[in-house]
């Protein structure tokens, strides 16, 4: 996996490219790990599109700009490292020019053809995927939903694949997807590690094998780049391109995550967890993907953490937007532990949310707001409902003996923020103020792959709960779990260590499938 290519290819700098769902970040990195610069260009005309529907067209011109912003640290760039966001589907012709726009996971015509797709697996290729099955997680129903749409195109596509499967042909020729996006594609088996295409199951679909990419290892070169994509970029003609994967696995290698060791807390509009297992998790319990190293797993829970907090702030009468936040969040700050006994409860589920909780549709409320709360023990509540849907998904993610953990996102609230959720998840925090962390990891990748250099993760920052806190915190927790369950009508979800307490189902073998 871990090959060198052309000659000297560890002795100069990579770059690193992760195409997000609403901006590309770019970054260039020494051999050594030391960031030497950084690029971000918003795509917003991406989603500007029909619901459900995106322009690959956005995403090129952002890359483009993102790139060329760089330009005064990549000449001596020897490898090019690639993320994404992920999922959505895209139709492709033999160049890898996109046919049509791409389908996204939240596409309301979905629905159907996802039900079909989880209809054609049998128990076996069920267990070989490993997954919660919905629109995110079976994104290979979204080649029913084109040829439904758009039959003529679908036709004439040589390619159905992920948005790095775009990135990467447009810039070598060469067609891939790596396990990290396939995962979510409901197509490749996962358990058995073998990340192989369940053919059958394509059959039955009457999804054509040959549309399919290769599926590829993360840590591994896909091809070297074009003269147009170099000149284009004004990089130079034949760097190495790797494959790449999605971008939380991306960045859960910039850190260096591992099974047992630190999980990853994103905080941004979406709140994601993130933990490393060395054996799949069979309850599908939460979003599941094939980990950029081989063996290795990782899920990933969701909340819509940052609209939470916006949502709590108007709530409390502070308005919109992050002045708004900035402000709850300090009020919160100011509260004292004696002030939270009759504090209010925030359940803080504003939209639809993915694994581990799963919700369909909102399931929001404050409780408990009187018009003599002091203003600090309000704030704290809202603030405290946020962070405590972190803890719940987060215990249901990852094992009790992982006392410390990374956090990265939202920090701009300092060191409130930090402080705050240190003292509710009762977890020593280690915050990285890294904005370009999943543009680092693919970078990262290319010192592994290319120069045999495993980077060492960015700095970090401990904070610790705060012990006056701590028996505060541990009876609202309690008090927060009752109101959860009965606000959303459902138990808080098991733990990840229920997981130890019965022996592993065996793996499934494609023969013992067959």
């Given at each position: 996996?871990?090959?060198?290519?052309?000659?000297?290819?560890?002795?100069?700098?990579?770059?690193?490219?992760?195409?997000?769902?609403?901006?590309?970040?770019?970054?260039?990195?020494?051999?050594?790990?030391?960031?030497?610069?950084?690029?971000?260009?918003?795509?917003?005309?991406?989603r500007?599109?029909?619901?459900?529907?995106?322009?690959?067209?956005a995403?090129?011109d952002?890359?483009?700009?993102?790139?060329?912003?760089?330009?005064?640290h990549?000449?001596?760039?020897?490898?090019?490292?690639?993320?994404?966001?992920?999922?959505?589907?895209?139709?492709?012709?033999?160049?890898g020019?996109?046919?049509?726009?791409?389908?996204t996971?939240?596409?309301?015509?979905?629905?159907?053809p996802?039900?079909?797709?989880?209809?054609?697996?049998?128990?076996?290729?069920?267990?070989?995927l490993?997954?919660?099955?919905?629109?995110?997680?079976?994104?290979?129903?979204?080649?029913?939903?084109?040829r439904?749409?758009?039959?003529?195109?679908?036709?004439?596509?040589?390619t159905?694949?992920?948005?790095?499967?775009?990135?990467?042909?447009?810039?070598?020729g060469?067609?891939?997807?790596?396990?990290?996006?396939?995962?979510y594609?409901?197509?490749m088996?996962s358990?058995?590690?073998?990340?192989?295409?369940?053919?059958?199951?394509?059959?039955?679909l009457?999804?054509?094998?040959?549309?399919?990419?290769?599926?590829?290892?993360?840590?591994?070169v896909?091809?070297?780049?074009?003269?147009?994509?170099?000149?284009?970029?004004?990089?130079r003609?034949?760097?190495?391109?790797?494959?790449?994967?999605?971008?939380?696995?991306?960045?859960?290698y910039?850190l260096?995550?591992?099974?047992?060791?630190?999980?990853?807390?994103?905080?941004?509009?979406?709140?994601?967890?993130?933990?490393?297992l060395?054996?799949?998790?069979?309850?599908?319990?939460?979003?599941?993907?094939?980990?950029?190293?081989?063996?290795?797993?990782?899920?990933?829970?969701?909340?819509?953490?940052g609209?939470?907090?916006?949502?709590?702030?108007?709530?409390l009468?502070?308005?919109?937007?992050?002045?708004a936040?900035?402000?709850?969040?300090?009020?919160?700050?100011?509260?004292?532990?004696r002030?939270?006994?009759?504090?209010?409860?925030?359940?803080?589920?504003?939209?639809?949310?993915r694994?581990?909780l799963?919700?369909?549709?909102?399931?929001?409320?404050?409780?408990?707001?009187?018009?003599?709360?002091?203003?600090?023990?309000a704030?704290?509540?809202?603030?405290?409902?946020?962070?405590?849907?972190?803890?719940?998904?987060m215990?249901?993610?990852?094992?009790?003996?992982?006392?410390?953990?990374?956090?990265?996102?939202?920090f701009?609230?300092?060191?409130?923020?930090?402080?705050?959720?240190?003292?509710?998840?009762?977890?020593?925090v280690?915050?990285?103020?890294?904005?370009?962390l999943p543009?680092?990891g693919?970078?990262?990748?290319?010192?592994?792959?290319?120069?045999?250099?495993?980077?060492?993760?960015?700095?970090?920052?401990?904070?610790?709960?705060?012990?006056q806190?701590?028996?505060?915190?541990?009876?609202?927790?309690?008090?927060?779990?009752h109101?959860?369950?009965?606000?959303?009508?459902?138990?808080?979800?098991?733990?990840?260590?229920?997981?130890?307490?019965?022996?592993?189902?065996?793996?499934?073998?494609?023969?013992a499938?067959?």
């Amino acid at each position: 996996m871990s090959r060198r290519h052309p000659e000297n290819a560890g002795d100069g700098t990579y770059l690193g490219i992760d195409v997000g769902t609403s901006a590309t970040k770019a970054a260039v990195i020494a051999a050594d790990g030391t960031v030497l610069a950084r690029a971000r260009v918003p795509h917003p005309a991406a989603r500007g599109m029909r619901p459900g529907r995106v322009s690959p067209a956005a995403w090129r011109d952002s890359v483009i700009a993102a790139v060329r912003e760089l330009s005064s640290h990549t000449a001596g760039v020897s490898g090019i490292g690639l993320d994404t966001h992920c999922p959505t589907a895209l139709l492709l012709d033999a160049k890898g020019e996109p046919l049509t726009d791409g389908v996204t996971w939240d596409h309301p015509g979905l629905a159907e053809p996802t039900e079909q797709l989880i209809s054609a697996l049998r128990p076996a290729d069920r267990q070989l995927l490993g997954n919660h099955l919905m629109a995110a997680t079976a994104m290979g129903a979204a080649h029913r939903l084109m040829r439904n749409i758009e039959p003529e195109i679908t036709d004439k596509a040589t390619t159905f694949g992920f948005v790095g499967t775009w990135l990467g042909q447009w810039l070598t020729g060469e067609r891939a997807i790596d396990p990290t996006q396939a995962s979510y594609s409901g197509l490749m088996a996962s358990t058995d590690g073998s990340c192989e295409w369940l053919h059958e199951v394509l059959i039955r679909l009457e999804i054509p094998s040959e549309q399919l990419p290769p599926v590829r290892p993360s840590l591994s070169v896909l091809g070297e780049l074009l003269p147009d994509a170099a000149e284009t970029l004004s990089l130079r003609t034949g760097i190495p391109v790797l494959v790449g994967s999605g971008d939380t696995p991306a960045a859960s290698y910039a850190l260096g995550t591992a099974p047992g060791g630190r999980p990853l807390l994103i905080m941004g509009t979406t709140h994601v967890v993130s933990n490393a297992l060395d054996r799949p998790d069979p309850r599908a319990l939460a979003l599941q993907r094939v980990d950029v190293r081989p063996g290795r797993w990782l899920i990933n829970g969701v909340i819509n953490g940052g609209d939470a907090l916006a949502d709590g702030a108007e709530r409390l009468g502070y308005g919109r937007g992050d002045v708004a936040v900035e402000a709850l969040v300090s009020t919160a700050f100011r509260a004292e532990a004696r002030d939270m006994a009759h504090a209010p409860v925030f359940i803080p589920h504003t939209r639809p949310e993915r694994g581990p909780l799963w919700f369909a549709e909102p399931r929001t409320a404050l409780l408990g707001v009187i018009s003599d709360t002091a203003l600090p023990a309000a704030a704290r509540g809202v603030v405290e409902g946020v962070l405590f849907a972190d803890r719940m998904i987060m215990e249901s993610c990852v094992g009790a003996e992982q006392r410390t953990l990374y956090a990265c996102g939202a920090f701009g609230f300092e060191p409130e923020l930090p402080q705050l959720l240190a003292d509710t998840l009762d977890r020593d925090v280690l915050v990285v103020d890294e904005s370009h962390l999943p543009a680092i990891g693919a970078a990262a990748m290319c010192a592994e792959v290319l120069g045999g250099r495993v980077i060492a993760p960015p700095a970090a920052r401990r904070v610790t709960p705060r012990p006056q806190w701590r028996e505060a915190v541990a009876a609202r927790w309690q008090q927060y779990r009752h109101a959860w369950s009965a606000v959303t009508s459902t138990p808080p979800p098991s733990t990840l260590d229920e997981i130890t307490a019965t022996p592993p189902s065996p793996i499934l073998t494609r023969s013992a499938q067959q």
